[in-house]
């Protein structure tokens, strides 16, 4: 069996600590600016230790270097949560918890 490695063990505790998971769709072309400007919006509005985001599912979406094209957003208020859907909406991945 592989061993965890940092980043898989920290987004394993994310899944088990955050009560409230939306997964963001991050266009190629887009990405950075789109994934700077959400973590922007988690720093001024969510208490720290409130949330974390990371790497989701396909391409990228382990430990390979490439960036993933869904980013997960782990929150552990749930107005917070909803108020970070409620921004950015337009990217949310139908489905996913909030």
Same mark, same amino acid.
């Given at each position: ?11 394993? @505790? ?8 939306? @997964?963001?769709?991050?266009? =190629? ?10 973590? %922007? +919006?988690? +720093? ?5 230790? %409130? ?7 396909? =391409?990228?979406?382990? @430990?390979?270097?490439?960036? =993933? ?7 552990? @208020?749930?107005?917070?949560?909803? %108020?970070?859907?409620?921004? +950015?909406?337009? %990217?949310?991945? =139908?489905?996913?918890?909030?």
């Amino acid at each position: 069996m592989a061993r965890a490695t940092g980043h898989t063990a920290a987004k394993r @505790d994310a899944e088990r600590r955050f009560p409230h998971k939306i @997964d963001m769709r991050m266009p =190629p072309n887009e990405r950075d600016t789109r994934v700077r400007g959400m973590v %922007a +919006w988690c +720093w001024q509005r969510a208490k720290a230790g %409130a949330w974390e985001q990371h790497g989701h599912g396909g =391409p990228g979406s382990g @430990d390979s270097g490439l960036l =993933p094209t869904v980013v997960r957003f782990y929150f552990m @208020d749930a107005g917070v949560a909803a %108020a970070f859907r409620g921004r +950015w909406d337009h %990217a949310a991945i =139908p489905g996913s918890a909030g």
